[in-house]
């Protein structure tokens, strides 16, 4: 939650009039459980959701992720009916099985890295080329995973994303 791309991207969201909520996933910081490996923080995230959805039934709701996150917020907001689009932030697609994400009709933004050090810009575009439209993908020149001094660029580039496609 207090990692920089999470914060920035939140912020910029936030900026453009689209309310974010951030949360930490089960047993990161000072979150009761301990990591589940994705199980558990699927189950955390739809939680979230449900709150949301049931609190404000009319919202448009998105699902932003960075890094895990994109792993668990992909899946979780390609199933939920009330998510209406996705965004994977430096998607780890060589540690994890994104197929789910590739497989969604929601419109996608997917922003990564030319020099991720957990995977190679080379294969999340292959990944991306094979993906269902709507996607878009923005490859961020001469960064590792968290953007350095891009990240306030990924946070402006996600917002527009959602004011458009919300």
């Not at 979150?31 to 448009?60: K, M, T």
């Not at 939920?80 to 932030?89: K, Q």
């Not at 497989?103 to 294969?123: G, H, M, R, W």
């Not at 960064?143 to 990924?154: K, R």
């Amino acid at each position: 939650m207090e990692n920089k791309v999470v914060a920035r991207a939140s912020r910029y969201i936030s900026e453009a009039g689209i309310e974010a909520i951030r949360f930490n996933f089960r047993g990161v910081s000072q979150s009761e459980g301990s990591f589940d490996s994705g199980r558990g923080e699927r189950d955390d995230l739809r939680a979230v959701i449900d709150y949301v959805a049931g609190i404000s039934p009319e919202a448009s709701l998105a699902v932003v992720g960075f890094s895990f996150g994109a792993w668990v917020g992909l899946d979780v907001g390609e199933k939920h009916p009330a998510i209406r689009a996705l965004v994977g932030l430096a998607p780890p697609v060589r540690m994890f099985d994104f197929h789910f994400a590739g497989e969604s009709s929601k419109p996608k933004l997917i922003v990564y890295a030319e020099n991720d050090q957990f995977t190679d810009s080379a294969t999340t575009k292959a990944w991306i080329e094979k993906a269902n439209p709507p996607i878009e993908s923005i490859l961020i020149p001469g960064v590792d995973h968290f953007f350095g001094p891009q990240v306030d660029e990924v946070g402006l580039k996600v917002a527009e994303f959602l004011v458009r496609v919300l």
